[in-house]
């Protein structure tokens, strides 16, 4: 089945620093990478997802890359705020039939005034 | 839309007693997922459901834990008899799966402890 690592477990920044979370994957198959951003009290929320048709995608601060031939991704947080501090979990999609996530075992991200 | 809705969303009860756990999933999504997280073990997926129809529940820790999916709005999470090491919070998400796979959508989960 499918595997995901995710590194660092976490990362401390200054703000309007650059941070970068990267995730491997195990299954050659899996072709959606989304990202989600949990804080202190709520539910993981999509901040941002790629397909593996593209090997880039951005939206203002964030953006993902994807390597496919190396089967790793990364999410990007440009300009870094206090905000930013949360967990953030990758994932891939696994197919058994019925498509799955497998996620990552998150970053938590703590970016300093 | 009002989003992934769980209910309730704290819950502390004694070791022995039942527990259910309740959500409503975004209309029109046809998979529902509760997982459980942990420090120790992060997300866990608990149980998932296509149109109603459990999927894998290979997941699920024990025969204490059940869940069910009446209709395409409702699921519950059933946990008889509860024990501590049940103390964690459970999410409970929903999305559409058609050819390709959509985002999942959390709700805010339910942050069970039992004492």
């Known amino acids: 089945g499918e595997n995901v690592e995710q590194h660092p477990s976490t990362l401390s920044v200054q703000e309007g620093d650059s941070a970068v979370i990267k995730c491997t994957y195990s299954d050659s198959a899996s072709n959606y990478f989304p990202w989600y951003k949990q804080e202190l009290g709520k539910g993981p929320q999509l901040i941002i997802d790629?397909?593996?048709?593209?090997g880039e995608k951005k939206d203002q601060r964030i953006a993902v890359t994807l390597n496919k031939t190396a089967k790793h991704f990364s999410l990007h947080i440009t300009e870094t705020q206090p905000e930013d501090s949360a967990v953030y979990f990758c994932?891939?999609?696994?197919?058994?039939?019925?498509?799955?996530?497998?996620f990552g075992t998150g970053t938590r991200l703590l970016v300093s005034p | 839309d009002a989003g992934v809705i769980q209910s309730p969303r704290h819950e502390v009860t004694e070791m022995g007693q039942e527990v259910t756990l309740r959500c409503k999933p975004i209309?029109?999504?046809?998979?529902l997922f509760w997982y459980r997280q942990t420090m120790m073990r992060g997300l866990e997926l608990l149980i998932y459901f296509n149109n109603n129809v459990p999927i894998d529940d290979s997941g699920m820790p024990e025969d204490r834990f059940s869940a069910k999916m009446p209709n395409a709005s409702f699921s519950t999470l059933k946990i008889q008899p509860s024990e501590p090491r049940d103390s964690a919070v459970y999410f409970c998400?929903?999305?559409?799966?058609?050819?390709?796979?959509?985002?999942?959508?959390f709700g805010s989960g339910t942050r069970l402890t039992v004492v």
């Open positions: 994932a891939a999609n696994l197919d058994t039939g019925f498509q799955k996530l497998v």
């Open positions: 790629i397909r593996s048709n593209v």
């Open positions: 209309s029109g999504h046809n998979s």
């Open positions: 998400a929903s999305s559409f799966l058609s050819r390709r796979i959509g985002s999942y959508t």
